[in-house]
């Protein structure tokens, strides 16, 4: 079965739990946040034990085998859990189907990996989990959901943010999760319980936002100048190279030139893009028809010479010229 963050709870206060587990995603705090819920309900299941494995190299899959084929002394139950990188090849797709076959009364399987791609979504060995198992795979908060999220852990804290709260410490928290949830934890300590105002924030939160070019991608594709600018700001400030960020910038433009030519993007040849990727372009279609291609264009190429020294000029003054044209600001001339 496949569950969702929504759905797991109410699985785990069944009264019986599946025999293997597979939590897969990028948001570090939410894949351990539900393995911790995970680990808690196997505890109350009796599963008292818990060996953990981190294989990276073909012999520690047959390590794994022989760790779960043998008893506890004292005929525990216990937790067998795998982590790894989510591309198991030949010899650790073999060995997990073996360890889900294996999985049962005695022992609990829950293998954690980050987001799993297209092609090992399909592989035997998660298809295996599915469906002896259950999968949960744990989705990236986006910009548009990070405000509702912050709200809902903010009043389990016991705090109700104002809107201008909430909106600062989405800004200053975007991307890192973590950091979002223990800067909601500082405020917790901080301050009374109940209203918590712009001015508390500013006073008590650090900036934690960590930005990538997929986000500064999403700002352009929305025509989000104020935000596109500053994820720019925050690339910048991490030291990401100029030639990334044009990438990020250039492959949206030629995205919504694709939608402008009437070109399906999900039916184009190379990689396929991503749900997420597909319904941001699905929305930005309106603007497809308006934009000024050939002036962005030409600001691109601006951008590319002057980061290969053949044109005088900051780069990064000029993608930030390039990003303020594609979210529709008025043009500034290009020399």
């Keep these: 079965m ?33 393995a911790d819920a995970l680990r808690a309900a196997a505890r109350q299941a009796g599963y008292s034990e818990r060996e953990v494995h981190f294989p990276e190299r073909v012999a520690d899959w047959s390590d794994i085998v022989a760790g779960a084929g043998s ?4 005929g525990d139950r216990k937790i067998l859990e795998v982590r790894f990188s989510g591309k198991a090849g030949k010899e650790g797709s073999a060995v997990l189907q073996r360890l889900i076959d294996m999985a049962g009364e005695d022992t609990l399987l829950l293998v954690i990996t980050p987001r799993l791609d297209t092609a090992t979504q399909s592989t035997a060995w998660v298809k295996a989990i ?41 800004v200053r928290v975007e991307g890192n999760l973590l950091a979002a949830q223990q800067e909601i934890e500082k ?33 352009v594709l929305q025509g989000d100048a104020q935000r596109a600018l ?3 700001a925050g690339l910048r400030g991490e030291g990401v190279e100029p030639t990334l960020v044009l990438w990020s910038i250039t492959r ?15 039916r184009r040849p190379g990689p396929r893009l991503p749900p997420s990727q597909l319904a941001a372009l699905e929305r930005a279609r309106p603007r497809a028809a308006k934009l000024p291609y050939a002036r962005l264009s030409s600001r ?9 020294g053949r044109l005088a000029g900051d780069p990064w003054n ?4 390039l990003c303020a044209e594609f979210c529709g600001l008025r043009p500034v001339r290009a020399g």
Excluded at 2 to 19: E, G, M, N, V, Y
Excluded at 71 to 74: A, K, N, Q, V, Y
Aim: aromatic share 6%; hydrophobic share 50%.
């Design 2 to 34: 496949k569950l969702s963050l929504d759905t797991f709870p109410t699985h785990l206060r069944q009264a019986r739990l599946a025999p293997a587990y597979l939590l897969s995603g990028d948001e570090d705090l939410l894949v351990a946040e539900a």
């Design 71 to 74: 008893m506890s002394l004292f």
């Design 130 to 170: 599915e469906s002896r198992g259950a999968w949960l795979p744990i989705w990236e908060i986006t910009p548009r959901q990070l405000e509702p999220w912050l709200s809902a852990r903010a009043r389990q804290a016991g705090l109700d943010l104002t809107p201008a709260a909430l909106s600062l410490l989405a």
């Design 187 to 219: 405020l917790r300590l901080l301050l009374p319980a109940g209203r918590v105002d712009e001015q508390a924030i500013l006073e008590a939160v650090a900036s934690s936002a960590r930005y990538d070019v997929f986000a500064l991608g999403e700002a």
């Design 230 to 232: 500053r994820v720019l």
């Design 252 to 266: 949206e433009l030629r995205n919504l030139w694709s939608l402008r030519r009437g070109e399906d993007p999900s």
């Design 300 to 308: 691109a190429l601006r951008v590319d010479r002057m980061i290969k």
């Design 318 to 321: 000029e993608l930030a010229l």
